[in-house]
């Protein structure tokens, strides 16, 4: 954790800013080990504190030892009074959390102790880009939230058959998470069968699963807060020609992508890699969604893996690698696995059996 907040204030300084408001849960978590549901971090060069209501002061106490705990009542009134005693001038906040609403309250607050030359400074990804790459126990965690993904999806797949719904498997997915170990799914469960699989996101229905269909299966566990992200594409019975060709195209991609992916590159390079695949094989217009996305704390995270991402990939850093084509009336393929850059290349986290061809 000191590490994590040295590293922080180095990007304080940089920033112009004499201290960080932390409101986003998961940098809360990342920065403190706290894990509670409510409470701020404010951070400057020398000090530390956790602002957080009754309900968590005790847990707060024990979760992170490197802060001083402050306890808030209702309202504000804490927020002047702890910048007032910790000399704050040029207070950071996080604009992709902070709401319009509480930016009015703080500027309010302020306003009301007389402390109006205190200035609000929008940051963006400051905790985020720390957060992109990962410490080998952090890893570790990660890696058991893949292994529960991967385990539930090798009980449960060979048991799908023909006749059940949609929502039927996505709780036997959700439950064989939680009996692995897992303390929640990480998102929603996807089971998309048939052309509700040309549905990158389709919410499972009571709809039959019938043979010869593709069906998506999107799904992932969490792990002492670190989720993983799986995506498999099965058929029951004789897959058509779609399936085959389809399939084939969407696996070469991914392979590809995972093969040849480099530090260095930005997030569009790495986009490109399996975009390239799936373009020469005419499918381009059917691949609307980016290649992938970091994953860690949050599901979706820094840095971001598509055509419009100009994140440098680093050592460390786990994202997913995902490319799909969806054909309207028909259904989609889309396979996923989370990798980790190591050594400069991907190496992968992700288990669970995808066929190696389909045709030929
Ligand atoms: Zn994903």
């Given at each position: ?45 020398r ?53 319009v ?48 993904a ?13 006749g ?30 048939g ?76 986009d ?69 850059l190591?050594?400069g ?16």
């Amino acid at each position: 954790m000191m590490a994590r907040l040295d590293s922080l204030r180095a990007r304080l300084e940089k920033e112009g800013v004499d201290a960080l408001l932390v409101s986003a849960p998961e940098n809360r978590h990342y920065l403190s080990g706290f894990t509670g549901s409510a409470g701020s971090l404010i951070i400057t060069s020398r000090e530390a504190v956790l602002a957080t209501d009754f309900r968590y002061i005790e847990q707060a106490g024990q979760q992170a030892p490197d802060f001083r705990v402050v306890r808030t009542a209702t309202g504000q009134g804490w927020f002047p009074t702890l910048l007032g005693e910790m000399a704050v001038r040029r207070l950071g906040f996080e604009s992709q959390n902070v709401t319009v609403a509480l930016h009015q309250d703080l500027l309010k607050a302020l306003k009301e102790s007389n402390q109006s030359d205190v200035s609000l400074i929008p940051t963006s990804n400051l905790v985020e880009e720390l957060r992109s790459v990962k410490d080998p126990q952090e890893l570790a965690t990660l890696s058991r939230a893949v292994d529960i993904a991967d385990r539930a999806f090798r009980r449960v797949a060979p048991t799908i058959r023909a006749g059940q719904t949609e929502r039927e498997v996505a709780w036997r997915l959700e439950k064989a998470v939680r009996e692995l170990g897992a303390e929640a799914v990480s998102f929603d469960t996807i089971v998309a069968a048939g052309p509700n699989a040309a549905l990158p996101h389709h919410h499972p229905s009571d709809q039959p699963i019938r043979e010869g269909q593709p069906i998506i299966i999107d799904m992932g566990a969490l792990y002492q807060g670190y989720c993983s992200d799986l995506s498999r594409t099965l058929c029951l019975g004789e897959p058509d020609d779609t399936f085959r060709r389809v399939y084939d195209i969407v696996l070469g991609a991914q392979l590809t992508a995972i093969a040849t992916v480099q530090q260095g590159m930005t997030g569009s390079d790495a986009d490109g890699l399996a975009r390239t695949v799936i373009e020469e094989a005419g499918y381009g217009e059917s691949f609307g969604h980016s290649l992938g996305h970091g994953v860690g704390l949050a599901v979706h995270e820094h840095p971001g893996v598509g055509p419009n991402s100009t994140a440098t990939l680093e050592e460390g850093m786990t994202f997913t690698i995902e490319p799909g084509i969806y054909l309207s009336g028909w259904g989609g393929v889309r396979i996923e696995d989370v990798v980790v850059l190591e050594n400069g290349r991907a190496r992968v986290l992700s288990k669970a059996p995808k066929r190696e061809r389909v045709g030929g």
